[in-house]
């Protein structure tokens, strides 16, 4: 059964770089958004890194541009503006798709291991997060609306 940690995701600059480098670690798998209504939600997930990463946590954020081409053309001007604008240091990768027939393999297994409301495999919208055990299995899946804060018991326990 594969694991998060069998796929290999784009960096901001186009190097392939493989998932297992975060083997061992608790992670919260988000899709982002630069102007989007939950684009807010970069500060509390910034936040969450900046408490749990010396405990072995970490987020990975894939900007994405399918919900209503809310995110910016060019990897760079998204990069500046997660930095710039909520001090963004947790690792973001390239633009990807989430869903359809172009959806990264990540997002793939993502949705077919956690289903969201009434069964649905597909991402809704942007801000939709994964989290991911130690084991690199799928334990949760979470609305947009979720705020990443509510997530810190969770995360607690999996540490």
């Not at 190097?15 to 975060?22: I, N």
């Not at 393999?105 to 077919?112: E, I, K, N, V």
């Not at 291991?113 to 997060?129: A, D, M, P």
Request: hydrophobic fraction near 40%.
């Amino acid at each position: 059964m594969a694991t998060v940690y069998d796929f290999t995701v784009k960096k901001p600059n186009g190097e392939l770089t493989s998932l297992r480098d975060y083997e061992g670690q608790v992670i919260l798998i988000v899709n982002t958004a630069s102007k989007c209504g939950f684009t807010p939600q970069f500060k509390e997930l910034q936040a969450l890194y900046d408490k749990f990463k010396d405990r072995g946590f970490a987020v990975l954020g894939f900007p994405c541009a399918q919900f209503g081409n809310q995110e910016f053309e060019k990897t760079e001007e998204t990069m500046e503006f997660c930095q710039v604008n909520y001090g963004v240091t947790f690792p973001m990768f390239a633009k990807v798709d989430v869903k359809g027939p172009d959806a990264d393999p990540l997002f793939a297994h993502l949705t077919h291991e956690k289903k969201g409301l009434l069964g649905s495999t597909e991402i809704k919208w942007n801000f939709t997060k994964f989290l991911v055990g130690k084991d690199g299995r799928v334990v949760d899946r979470y609305a947009p609306q979720t705020n990443p804060a509510k997530l810190e018991d969770e995360i607690v326990a999996l540490l």
